[in-house]
């Protein structure tokens, strides 16, 4: 990681900063955790609301999917500061774990059962998610939380719900958006639009071919697909650029300065939505990066907040 204290003026240097400060909030345990799976990654933290956030009675529910490229190293601890803070402006917040990509070892095989299939680096390295464990967890979850709501966050609405992701997160909240236009054979497609209010994504991965071509993450959107043999082959199943109108609410919430996800990521999604018909929001934030969008000190979360409550409520 750069120093951000040795180049304050540099882009990497302000990334770094901001990455910091994101990341230096203490984690905050949820309320309850519930799991959808067998897996110990197939959990749900529950973040019950601590203030009033809207015109009162049952309040809505706020979905998180993290980021961090698909990754293992990367939990949903890392955004529990933003989960608590969503729950203190009011809203009830669930926030998925979902399998992410195994570590591989030096002969490039998973270092975990059931590995990813995906391309690592030939010395191994961590693998940008888990073909189809990723997808799948992701769409049980979405499919079991109404249950889970009802169950452990008592006075949540969970047919006012909107879904948030953040990078990675923000691509799979795309994604789950619009199982509805998934291939016939889609094992996870749904039949009709799945019940959300909206969808608000941070600095999300929202295309993949772009993202490739511009190497987001460490080319981390090819490894979600298992590299170049499976690329074109897999994308029309996962690639929210490519599964549009969905007819859902949906807000991206992209920071001009970000050097890790890219503007023009998220401009080539709001395109193509243009093209099939549809507008989606495009809220760009001057001077501010990747990670501001959910730091609870920077004045881009309270950004994302409002831009949630237009939904919600």
């Known amino acids: 990681m750069p120093d951000a204290a040795a180049e304050p003026d540099t882009a990497a240097g302000r990334a770094a900063a901001e990455e910091t400060s994101a990341l230096s909030h203490p984690a905050v345990d949820p309320d309850a955790t519930a799991g959808y799976g067998d897996h110990p990654d197939q959990v749900i933290d529950f973040y019950a609301p601590r203030g009033a956030g809207g015109p009162g009675g049952p309040v809505p529910v706020v979905v998180v999917l993290h980021g ?3 990754r293992a190293p990367y939990d949903r601890r890392h955004v529990s500061p ?7 402006r009011g809203f009830a917040v669930a926030s ?3 399998r992410r990509g195994a570590q591989e070892g030096p002969g490039g095989g998973s270092g975990e059962a059931g590995g990813s299939g995906g391309a690592g680096s030939a010395g191994g390295g961590p693998v940008a998610g888990r073909w189809p464990d990723t997808f799948a967890d992701v769409a049980a979850a979405l499919d079991a939380l109404p249950a889970l709501v009802r169950r452990h966050l008592p006075g949540a609405d969970p047919r006012r719900t909107v879904l948030t992701g953040h990078s990675a997160g923000g691509h799979l909240a795309l994604w789950a958006a619009a199982r509805h236009l998934l291939p016939a054979d889609a094992a996870w497609r749904l039949d009709r639009p799945a019940p959300l209010r909206g969808v608000v994504v941070l600095a999300p991965i929202a295309d993949l071919e772009v993202a490739r071509e511009l190497r987001v ?14 690329f074109e082959e897999r994308r029309p199943y996962v690639d929210p650029a490519l599964l549009l109108p ?10 001009r300065a970000d050097v890790d996800v ?5 401009e080539a999604y709001a395109d ?4 099939a018909g549809e507008v989606v929001g495009l809220t760009l934030l001057e001077d501010v990066g990747h990670f501001p969008l959910i730091d609870p000190a920077a004045d881009a979360c309270a950004v994302v907040a409002e831009e949630i409550a237009q939904l919600a409520w």
Do not use: M, N
Request: proline fraction near 2%.
């Open 68 to 70: 961090g490229s698909w």
């Open 82 to 88: 933003f989960a608590d803070f969503l729950a203190r």
């Open 96 to 98: 998925v774990e979902y």
């Open 217 to 230: 993450c460490g080319g981390a959107a090819l490894e979600l697909l298992g590299g170049e043999e499976h």
């Open 246 to 255: 969905t007819g859902i609410a949906t807000t991206l919430v992209q920071g």
């Open 262 to 266: 890219p503007q023009a990521v998220a």
């Open 272 to 275: 193509a939505a243009a093209k």
